[in-house]
C-alpha cells in the first residue's frame, strides 16, 4: 500500500488465495493482473479506490461473481474474468461505462443481462462455451456499440437480430471475418504491457 507510484501489478500465474486490501492505497494502479493464480474467489472492497485502473485480468481463477470493487473501478476499460465460476452478471455492469473490452468465456453463464445494451462504449464481447441460453435481442440491434460478439460452444439455437448486417453463411466469408476480429483482437493488446502467456482459437459466428 505503500507504493504509491505503482502503476502496473502483475503477479499472475502464482499460488495466490487472496489479495490483501492494503492494495487500494495504491491510487495510481492502472494495470492489475490477477490471473492464473487458480484459487481467487473474491477481492477487497477496499479496491474500490483504484480509480485509475484502465485494465483488470482476473481471468483463471474461482470467481462466482464480478467483485463489487471492480464494479467501482470507474476507468475501467478491458476487463477478462474469463475461466472462472460464473454464473450470472450483476444486474448494475452498466456502472462500467468506460468498458470496451468484456471477456467472459468458459464461465458457466446461462443468460447475459440487458444491462449489456446500455454500455456505449463496449465493443468486444465474448462469452464462447459457456452454458449460455438466451441473450437480450437488443444487443443486436446497430445502437448498441457492440462490433464483435462469439457464441462459440454456447447452445443458443436462434438468435434473432433486426437491422443488422446478415449472418455470415459462406466459408470464405466466415474465415475473412475471423481474420478482422482477430486483428481487432490482436490491436486491444497492444495496449497492455505484455501479450497473454496463452490464447484460445474461437471461431465467430455472427457479425454484428
Same mark, same amino acid.
Given at each position: 500500500g505503500c507504493l504509491k507510484n505503482l502503476r502496473v501489478l502483475n503477479i499472475s500465474f502464482n499460488n495466490l488465495k487472496s489479495v490483501p486490501p492494503e492494495l487500494g492505497d495504491c491510487e495510481n494502479l492502472e494495470k492489475?493482473? *490477477? +490471473?492464473?493464480?487458480?484459487?481467487? !474467489?473474491e477481492l477487497p472492497f477496499e *479496491? +474500490?479506490?483504484?480509480?485509475?485502473? !484502465?485494465v483488470v485480468d482476473l481471468s483463471a481463477n474461482k470467481f462466482h461473481s464480478i467483485?463489487?470493487?471492480?464494479?467501482?473501478?470507474?476507468n475501467l476499460q478491458w476487463l477478462d474474468i474469463s475461466s472462472n465460476n460464473l454464473k450470472d452478471l450483476p444486474e448494475d455492469i452498466d456502472r462500467l461505462d468506460q468498458l470496451q473490452t468484456l471477456l467472459l468465456q468458459k464461465n458457466k453463464l446461462t443468460y447475459l443481462p440487458r444491462a449489456l445494451t446500455n454500455m456505449p462504449k463496449l465493443s468486444l464481447l465474448v462469452v464462447s462455451g459457456d452454458d449460455l441460453v438466451e441473450m437480450p435481442t437488443a444487443i443486436c440491434e446497430?445502437?448498441?456499440?457492440?462490433?464483435?460478439?462469439?457464441?462459440?460452444?454456447?447452445?443458443?439455437?436462434?438468435?434473432v437480430c433486426e437491422d443488422t448486417e446478415e449472418i455470415i453463411e459462406s466459408e470464405r466469408e466466415r474465415e475473412q471475418f475471423e481474420k478482422e476480429f482477430m486483428k481487432a483482437y490482436i490491436e486491444d493488446l497492444k495496449e497492455r504491457d505484455s501479450a497473454p502467456s496463452y490464447t484460445t482459437k474461437v471461431l465467430f459466428s455472427l457479425q454484428l
Open positions: 492489475l493482473d *490477477l +490471473s492464473g493464480n487458480m484459487e481467487i !474467489t *479496491l +474500490s479506490n483504484l480509480k485509475q485502473v !484502465t467483485p463489487i470493487c471492480v464494479l467501482r473501478m470507474t446497430s445502437t448498441t456499440g457492440l462490433k464483435f460478439v462469439s457464441l462459440k460452444d454456447s447452445p443458443v439455437e436462434t438468435i
